[in-house]
């Protein structure tokens, strides 16, 4: 039976913001972002709140991630490569100066390198992997080849020419986008981060309630097994303000598929989209969304981040909304609020502790975008209070 929506109420002042300290039971009250120890929440650093729900992320530089001075982008995942030791971080990006509005006819995936999981990634060298059309990269090492997949969306031809936006502005206005239909999502495949990079498989979803197949965010297991999460179109009447969801399927041969969807109904409720299951050092996962599809349920600078959380990767808790925002705290002591955050994606430790964040940052408006990074905290800095919630405190 699905539960009511949760959504977070934020205390007003960061040094009475909670870390922990709620009433539980067993882990599960406390979000699985931490453990229950006589009867009161014990968060990890990386998550806070008296639930351990919100993110809990360090002061950041506003240089990190990748930002192409007069470009845009909308956020990516990077991996590092041992050889080189660098960072290799892959990420939508809108050519020709055009910003995120001309995303159904511009994006193409790029790949930049950094010395820093959180950046700044080098935008004077970055390399195209996929031409328009191409968006929601989401990168990941199979277990059992080791071989890099490059998933998303789009073959790397538009279906319409793009455009070429040169001096002009991003629009302050929120329209309407339609999204090119997708029935596949595509992979590309390297043995190493830097490639070269072969884009020769796609996967064709199985036909259930699903349909306009979108965001993939696989997790593969070392015995073969793939799970593939997705958000997806026609969602059941009533299950919120925009008609995308979160579904799930399973491959038990591989990551090539064959697929079979799970259920008949999406995971969590309400409408979400851009989903990011990862599964941490306890072996619980967690999931994250935006929980604003076309900007239906929260306006300009709200948090409307989805975290739901589970043991099996199959059944899901209630998703909380405002786990994240567009709230970033600073090193130097000030706050940057900024309109909308979207794709979140998550960069983890050999461990399974999670590094860093990956989100599309839309800063004046949503469609000045960037590909935002920004570590978790850790217990150190936890300790030196240099970690908050992007959140309004």
């Known amino acids: 039976m699905m539960l009511p929506v949760v959504v977070a109420t934020v205390l007003s002042v960061r040094s009475s913001f909670p870390h922990g300290g709620a009433a539980c039971k067993t882990d599960w009250d406390c979000s699985l972002g931490g453990i229950c120890v006589n009867s009161l929440c014990n968060c990890d650093p990386w998550f806070t709140g008296a639930n351990c729900t919100f993110l809990n992320l360090v002061d950041a530089d506003t240089d990190w991630g990748f930002q192409v001075p007069a470009s845009y982008s909308w956020g990516g995942h990077a991996s590092y490569d041992t050889s080189s030791k660098k960072w290799f971080g892959f990420f939508a990006f809108m050519e020709d100066h055009c910003s995120l509005q001309e995303w159904t006819t511009n994006s193409a995936i790029v790949m930049a390198s950094s010395d820093k999981s959180e950046g700044p990634f080098d935008t004077t060298s970055y390399k195209i992997i996929n031409k328009p059309w191409a968006h929601n990269p989401f990168l990941v090492q199979d277990p059992v080849s080791e071989d890099w997949l490059l998933w998303h969306i789009g073959d790397g031809t538009s279906p319409k020419p793009p455009k070429n936006c040169s001096g002009a502005k991003p629009p302050s206005a929120v329209p309407a986008s339609t999204p090119p239909v997708a029935s ?192 978790f905290c850790t217990q150190e800095l936890l300790e030196q209070g240099r970690c908050a919630p992007t959140v309004p405190l």
């Open 184 to 375: 596949k999502l595509f992979v590309d495949t390297a043995t190493n981060l830097p490639g070269p990079w072969k884009s020769e498989w796609y996967i064709l979803m199985e036909e259930s309630w699903t349909q306009d197949v979108s965001n993939p965010s696989p997790f593969l297991f070392k015995n073969g097994t793939a799970m593939l999460y997705f958000s997806t179109a026609n969602c059941p009447p009533g299950w919120g303000k925009a008609p995308r969801c979160i579904s799930q399927a399973r491959s038990t041969t591989g990551w090539q598929g064959p697929y079979t969807v799970i259920g008949t109904e999406p995971i969590v409720k309400p409408e979400s989209e851009d989903p990011m299951v990862w599964r941490d050092h306890r072996g619980n996962f967690h999931l994250f969304t935006n929980v604003n599809t076309y900007h239906k349920r929260c306006l300009s600078g709200v948090p409307c981040g989805g975290h739901s959380w589970s043991r099996d990767g199959i059944s899901w808790s209630t998703q909380f909304i405002g786990a994240f925002g567009p709230v970033i705290h600073l090193s130097n002591g000030t706050v940057w609020n900024n309109s909308y955050i979207e794709r979140p994606q998550v960069v983890q430790n050999d461990d399974g502790t999670p590094l860093t964040f990956y989100t599309g940052l839309g800063r004046t408006t949503y469609y000045d975008s960037i590909s935002w990074a920004q570590p």
